[in-house]
């Protein structure tokens, strides 16, 4: 039995887990209070503010500090990348996350949005289910993409490097045994397959990737795939035919 203030029988009482502070940034009023309709009906999400535009946004992320901010591509004054990175500049590093919506034919300004720090991409069709989920995936700390969306990661990237690319000199920091995680995170698999092909600990997977996360300062899992192929750490050519035949999601939950 757990005894709280002293007082012998008196049994802890659980602590409430905090809900979720979402901030929504949508240019049309409707839209933003449709959102907000459907995810305050869960007792664990709470909306904190609504934006009407990007600067906006980027002002109420600084006050209200936010856990998951939904960016809609159609976002006026900041666009929808400047608003990912002054969000995120201003937030201590793993606060906020930044989870994009938009239709499929804004997908090559999607990449752009991953570089700038956003943690998850989202079709703006997507199951109202699916978009509460990658609320809470992304309040836990995770990436949300899908096999399709890191393929054409992969393509973006083989296609299209960034001005700013990366250089393996990099990722000097990284043991040898952080670069083997850090590919195999590129490549797809999730933790459980990455500790079945080096023979280890589910738990020892996920030290290393905390680890080079750290090392990268890279917020989360989609970062690390940027990061690999904007290294050249990962070569397209070899992710293409490693993609392909990849079963279920990309980029898995941490507990996957």
Not at 51 to 72: K, M, N, T, W
Request: charged content about 20%; glycine content about 8%; hydrophobic content about 45%.
């Amino acid at each position: 039995m757990l005894i709280t203030g002293g007082v012998p029988g008196e049994t802890a009482a659980a602590q409430p887990v905090p809900a979720i502070r979402v901030l929504l940034a949508h240019p049309e009023t409707w839209v933003r209070a449709s959102l907000r309709a459907l995810l305050e009906q869960h007792a664990d999400i709470s909306v904190i503010g609504q934006a009407a535009d990007g600067q906006q946004a980027v002002e109420l992320a600084r006050s209200g500090r936010p856990d998951v901010v939904l960016i809609d591509t159609r976002l006026t004054g900041l666009d929808p990348l400047e608003a990912t990175r002054q969000i995120l500049a201003q937030a201590p590093t793993g606060a906020t996350r930044i989870l994009v919506i938009g239709p499929e034919e804004w997908e090559e300004q999607l990449f752009g949005v991953l570089r700038a720090g956003a943690s998850g991409l989202l079709a703006g069709d997507t199951d109202p289910a699916e978009l509460v989920r990658g609320v809470r995936v992304l309040a836990r700390g995770e990436a949300l993409l899908s096999p399709g969306a890191t393929r054409r990661l992969i393509e973006e990237f083989a296609a299209v490097p960034d001005p700013q690319r990366r250089t393996p000199a990099e990722l000097e920091e990284l043991t040898a045994r952080e670069r083997e995680v850090l590919t195999l995170v590129a490549l797809g698999l999730g933790n459980n397959a990455i500790a079945g092909r080096l023979v280890v600990a589910h738990a020892t997977v996920r030290t290393h990737i905390t680890r080079t996360m750290c090392k990268l300062r890279a917020h989360d899992r989609a970062k690390l795939v940027a990061i690999a192929y904007e290294s050249g750490l990962v070569q397209p050519r070899r992710a293409r035919v490693a993609a392909a035949t990849i079963p279920g999601p990309a980029l898995p939950t941490a507990a996957a």
